[in-house]
T-cell receptor, first 115, second 109 residues
Framework: DAGVIQSPRHEVTEMGQEVTLRCKPI?????LFWYRQTMMRGLELLIY????????DSGMPEDRFSAKMPNASFSTLKIQPSEPRDSAVYFC?????????????FGPGTRLTVL | SQQGEEDPQALSIQEGENATMNCSYK?????LQWYRQNSGRGLVHLIL?????REKHSGRLRVTLDTSKKSSSLLITASRAADTASYFC?????????FGKGTRLSVIA
């Protein structure tokens, strides 16, 4: 397997624009997680899915953020409208199970810059 | 969700020296995992220690766990420049992994 795939790797956009980040989890993994990493706040869990169903989105910072998982091999994180404070590295991770002995596999991240 | 807090925030050592990083947490756990993040990359799983284990080794890595003190340590022996990275602990139960800010390790050649 190629591991968790994220696209794009880098995104530069202007304030007010819509941004869509994409993730392909490892085949067979039932859980998918979206994290955001900044120097100030560290690595924050935004939302996670189980079998394509959103389970906990309490980490999503504002209504401007939304995430979907239309099928087992694809998820999106959308920011509309984007703001400069959304600039961060966004990671997608997948796992065969939740917590416990289950290892989380991370993608390479998308570095988002909002001007 | 459980969250670990790593200490120190940053650590700088010479190549060949040992590096020790600590993790503290607040709730009961099933296991504890350690991850490494190289600059510009995603996190990579290093090692898992179960709550009924006190010590575990993997290559140059040695992890200890003290559930009575709710703490863990990661020791990297004979460090190399390639060990330069951030290291995160993740106490685990039946919830998603929640990470702290990590320990930034710099190994100087």
């Amino acid at each position: 397997d190629a591991g968790v795939i994220q696209s794009p790797r880098h995104e530069v956009t202007e304030m007010g624009q819509e941004v869509t980040l994409r993730c392909k989890p490892i085949s067979g993994h039932d859980y998918l997680f979206w994290y955001r990493q900044t120097m100030m706040r560290g690595l924050e869990l935004l939302i996670y899915f189980n079998n394509n169903v959103p389970i906990d989105d309490s980490g999503m910072p504002e209504d401007r953020f939304s995430a979907k998982m239309p099928n087992a091999s694809f998820s999106t994180l959308k920011i509309q409208p984007s703001e400069p404070r959304d600039s961060a590295v966004y990671f997608c991770a997948s796992s065969p199970g939740l917590g416990g002995h289950n290892e989380q596999f991370f993608g390479p991240g998308t570095r988002l810059t909002v001007l | 969700s459980q969250q670990g807090e790593e200490d120190p925030q940053a650590l700088s050592i010479q190549e060949g020296e040992n590096a020790t990083m600590n993790c503290s947490y607040k709730t009961s756990i099933n296991n504890l995992q350690w991850y490494r993040q190289n600059s510009g990359r995603g996190l990579v799983h290093l090692i898992l220690i179960r709550s009924n284990e006190r010590e575990k080794h993997s290559g140059r890595l040695r992890v200890t766990l003290d559930t009575s003190k709710k703490s863990s340590s990661l020791l990297i022996t004979a460090s190399r420049a390639a060990d330069t990275a951030s290291y995160f602990c993740a106490p685990t139960g039946n919830t998603p992994l929640v990470f702290g800010k990590g320990t930034r390790l710099s190994v100087i050649a």
